[in-house]
Each structure stands twice: as structure tokens, then as C-alpha cells.
């Protein structure tokens, strides 16, 4: 087996890991500032290590993606294609389904065991240092568990048949959920979170009761794990870390103006 253009896959595919996530989360770090200006200030320390996390995880995750793509182009491993008439065109959108309800499983029960006490301190800690989360989270792991989610995707590519276009929709619908599950905010529609929808989809509403609470709401897109095992705790409350975020920023400006009005620190 080749090592060299292996490995050469694998940087590149860490490369696109780590672009992906910096434009995914500085783009909606961007919407927060304009939106709700001022949520983010005073946690700049926060969000360098949030980065710094995040893309050491992109180094991990594109490890395995690399060594697929290789295999994929050159040895035929998967079972991803690339002539759209090879299966029904019906089943294009029901394999992206099947993707996110196997890879939103698989998140549950990996993210429960995040929350044993003692794999807790070692790994999923780093995760939950991010008080409150912000748009630059979405990858904040440690090794652990950044190996757990780096595997998944990979996984199922030998298992369902998934065309190309539709795995990088799967793919992209994976980063744009991590980020906006973060955020501090719903960026999505009212009915997507407060309707019909809302019961069974995942959006920062949900997943922000899960950084308040812990040992609750442990899914990632959908909420029929959570429900089903009843640790389906409803939506959170974004009142408070909006009102520490004031009291942040009210802090910062007592500061600024005690030191002389030096440098601020922005968000």
C-alpha cells in the first residue's frame, strides 16, 4: 500500500477539515456580531481555545476521511458512487435520511458515554469548558472525542450506498448543525424549533439546555433518541447567557474606562 500519496490524502482532506470549519463558524461568529452584537465579548481567551481545539480535531478527522478518499479513487473500497443513474433517483434523498439517522445514533449513545463521570473529566470536559458555547465550539474536543466522530462518516461509507453530491450534503448539513447548535441563538425559522418540527428536530434551542443542564438532550440532529430514552429535557433559555453576556461587556467597559480607556477586547 502506498504511504506517501496516503498520507498526502489525509493532510489534504485535514486541510479541507480545518477551511470548512473556519469558514462555517467564522461566518456565523460574523452573523452573531451583526445580529447580537456584543454576545461574544469578553471570551476572546475562550474562543482561542475553542480554534486551537478545533483544529487539532480537524487533523483527526481528516486522518480516516483521507485514507477513504484514497481508497475510494484508487481501490474502490466504498460504496460511494458517482453515476446518479446507478441507483434510483428516489433513493438520493433517502440515503442522506439513513446517513443522518445512523450518524445522529451514533452521536447519542457516543455523546451519553461522553457523560460517564470518569471519561467526562478526561475528555468531554474540554468540550463543556466553553461556558457559554459560542460559534466557534463546533469542534472543540479533545483527541477522544474527536476520534469518536471522526470514524462515523467513514463507517458508513462502506456500509450505504451514498452518492457523491449527496455525501457532501450530509457533510455540510454535519458542520452547519455543530456550528449553529452553539451559537447562542436560533438562526433557523421559528417553525423549525417552536413548531410542529421543533419536537423532533435539533437546533441550538435544544442543544443549549444540554450545556446548562449536562446530563440531558445528547442528540445531534433529531430527537428521537432523547425522547425515547427519556432525556428529552425541551429548549433552553437564551436569557441568560445574554444577560452575562451584558454584564460582560458592562465589566469591560468599567475596565476600559478605569485603565484610561487602553485597548478593548473584542469579540
Keep these: 500500500m502506498p504511504v506517501v500519496p496516503i498520507l498526502l490524502s489525509a493532510l489534504a482532506m485535514a486541510a479541507i477539515v480545518a477551511v ?7 461566518g456565523f461568529a460574523l452573523a452573531t456580531r451583526l445580529r447580537h452584537r456584543g454576545l ?3 471570551l476572546d481567551p475562550q474562543i482561542r481555545r475553542e480554534i486551537a481545539w478545533s483544529l487539532a480535531s480537524a487533523a483527526i478527522y481528516g486522518l480516516p476521511a483521507g485514507v477513504i478518499a484514497w481508497g475510494w479513487q484508487n481501490r474502490g473500497w466504498t460504496r460511494i458512487y458517482s453515476d446518479i443513474h446507478a441507483f434510483p433517483l428516489w433513493y438520493w434523498p433517502l440515503s442522506v435520511l439513513l446517513y443522518l439517522i445512523a450518524h445522529d445514533t451514533w452521536f447519542y449513545w457516543t ?3 461522553m457523560h460517564r463521570p470518569r ?3 478526561v475528555a468531554h470536559a474540554v468540550h463543556h469548558a466553553s461556558r457559554p458555547p459560542t460559534a466557534w465550539a463546533a469542534m472543540a474536543f479533545h483527541p477522544v472525542e474527536a476520534l469518536t466522530g471522526a470514524v462515523a462518516i467513514p463507517l458508513l461509507v462502506f456500509v450505504i450506498p451514498i452518492h457523491v453530491g449527496a455525501l457532501a450534503l450530509v457533510l455540510t ?3 452547519v448543525m455543530g456550528v449553529t447548535n452553539h451559537m447562542g441563538w436560533e438562526v433557523f425559522p421559528r417553525f423549525m424549533w417552536g413548531g410542529i418540527m421543533g419536537r423532533w428536530l435539533i437546533t441550538a434551542s435544544h442543544h443549549q439546555r444540554h450545556h446548562e443542564r449536562y446530563g440531558c438532550n ?3 440532529y433529531f430527537r428521537f433518541w432523547d425522547r425515547l430514552c427519556g432525556t428529552d429535557e425541551g429548549l433552553g433559555d437564551f436569557a441568560r447567557a445574554h444577560a452575562q453576556a451584558g454584564r460582560r461587556g458592562g465589566d469591560g ?3 476600559d474606562a478605569a485603565g484610561g480607556g487602553g485597548a478593548g477586547r473584542g469579540a
Design 119 to 121: 471519561v467526562f473529566r
Design 40 to 42: 461574544y465579548t469578553g
Design 253 to 255: 467597559g468599567r475596565r
Design 218 to 220: 445528547y442528540g445531534l
Design 173 to 175: 448539513m454535519m458542520t
Design 111 to 113: 455523546h451519553r458515554w
Design 20 to 26: 470548512r470549519y473556519l469558514l462555517a463558524s467564522g
